[in-house]
T-cell receptor
Framework: TQLLEQSPQFLSIQEGENLTVYCNSSSVFSSLQWYRQEPGEGPVLLVTVVTGGEVKKLKRLTFQFGDARKDSSLHITAAQPGDTGLYLCAGAGGSSNTGKLIFGQGTTLQVKP | NAGVTQTPKFQVLKTGQSMTLQCAQD?????MSWYRQDPGMGLRLIHY???????DQGEVPNGYNVSRSTTEDFPLRLLSAAPSQTSVYFCASSYSIGAWWDTQYFGPGTRLTVL
């Protein structure tokens, strides 16, 4: 069974602080996606990383895919209250090659003004 | 485009009742799926479909049925609701299955409570 473990599960920080969320697995994935979900809404895709070692930046968000394509991280610089939400990583194209996305359990981020 | 729409947004059922959660998309996506989201457990796949007339089970299919008679619609049926099915249900669609570049588009969710 493929699993994606996210850490931490909950993070509460002050506006302006930096933070990193981790997504780890013992399985190799062809790609890894990060979604953000706000209360009462469905997840929205932030980024897809596909190459080992790949780094993508989206304004203050930096996403990295591990060299072995088993892990990923999301780093937020100078967090703002608008960054508050649930962050989910999801892996595709793993060893079972079912074409389905495997989701981590999520990291709830609270940024206080 | 409306994207992915789900109805109802909220529902309360009694144990043993049946109901259908509706999902529709107007993006001509072949791939549609249903997830449930429970606290601390992320999203778990219930059923999915790779096209009209084709459905398959996901990780947690027990207690749920699906059908896909058209490309646009993918309803989820609870035949006999149980308290363990209290959850938030999301429908999602994407252009294809498993392609590394694919974006899954999620609906706004249905919050279901079974008493």
């Amino acid at each position: 069974t493929q699993l994606l473990e996210q850490s931490p599960q909950f993070l509460s920080i002050q506006e302006g602080e930096n933070l990193t969320v981790y997504c780890n697995s013992s399985s190799v994935f062809s790609s890894l996606q990060w979604y953000r979900q706000e209360p009462g809404e469905g997840p929205v895709l932030l980024v897809t990383v596909v190459t080992g070692g790949e780094v993508k930046k989206l304004k203050r968000l930096t996403f990295q895919f591990g060299d072995a394509r088993k892990d990923s991280s999301l780093h937020i610089t100078a967090a703002q209250p608008g960054d508050t939400g649930l962050y989910l990583c999801a892996g595709a194209g793993g060893s079972s090659n079912t074409g389905k996305l495997i989701f981590g359990q999520g990291t709830t981020l609270q940024v206080k003004p | 485009n409306a994207g992915v729409t789900q109805t109802p947004k909220f529902q309360v059922l009694k144990t043993g009742q049946s109901m259908t959660l509706q999902c529709a998309q107007d993006m001509n996506h072949e791939y549609m799926s249903w997830y449930r989201q429970d606290p601390g457990m992320g999203l778990r796949l219930i059923h999915y479909s790779v096209g009209a007339g084709i459905t398959d089970q996901g990780e947690v299919p027990n207690g749920y049925n699906v059908s896909r008679s058209t490309t646009e619609d993918f309803p989820l049926r609870l035949l006999s609701a149980a308290p363990s099915q209290t959850s938030v249900y999301f429908c999602a669609s994407s252009y294809s299955i498993g392609a590394w570049w694919d974006t899954q588009y999620f609906g706004p969710g249905t919050r279901l409570t079974v008493l």
